[in-house]
């Protein structure tokens, strides 16, 4: 993996048909360890399909980010722009490209993104049992401001810690 690391948005149905895709191998690959294959298959269609992207774009301010290497596509992030702070969705590598420090980068832009648009805060929300990404999300400063379960449909629920980072 190259230390070169280029996020850009994406622009049009292509490359966001290219980051459901992504987002379903994704899925599929990290958490099994978490959730079962009827969940994540479930999850996917309701919040990281091309469909579902295409809504969140239109109608709830997400904006969603490709994140290339010089091997190709290895990652993306979503943002919603939100009245009072930016909700960090997504931000996900390929399983080859983690731990080659990309994910940090990825954060830097999202701070970038963050002050450009005047945002003082940045919030997301991690499953309470995803104990590798809540260290990474605590060593990147963010703290514990609240909990949440919801119920996301078919008998799922995503129960989450909600995290904040002040710029």
């Known amino acids: 993996m190259s ?7 994406c622009i049009n149905d292509e490359q966001l048909h290219q980051t459901a895709d992504l987002a379903n191998a994704i899925w599929h690959e990290y958490f099994p360890f978490l ?6 298959d479930y999850m996917v269609e309701k919040f990281c399909s091309f469909d579902a992207m295409k809504d969140l774009e239109k109608h709830h301010n997400y904006h969603y980010f490709m994140v290339k290497d010089d091997q190709g596509f290895v ?5 919603a722009h939100e009245e009072t702070q930016l909700f960090l969705s997504k931000i996900y590598l390929k399983k080859e490209a983690r731990g080659c420090g990309y994910a940090s980068k990825m954060f830097a832009y999202i ?3 963050a002050k450009k648009y005047q945002y003082n805060s940045i919030y997301l929300t991690c499953n309470k049992q995803n104990r ?11 703290k514990k401001v609240d909990e949440d379960v919801t119920d996301i449909g078919n008998g799922y629920v995503m129960d989450d810690y909600i995290l904040e980072y002040t710029l």
């Open 35 to 40: 959730l079962s294959d009827e969940q994540i």
């Open 3 to 9: 230390n070169t690391l280029l996020i850009e948005p």
């Open 75 to 79: 990652g993306y992030i979503a943002l």
């Open 111 to 113: 701070q970038e993104h």
């Open 132 to 142: 590798h990404s809540l260290d990474v999300y605590k060593k990147w400063g963010f």
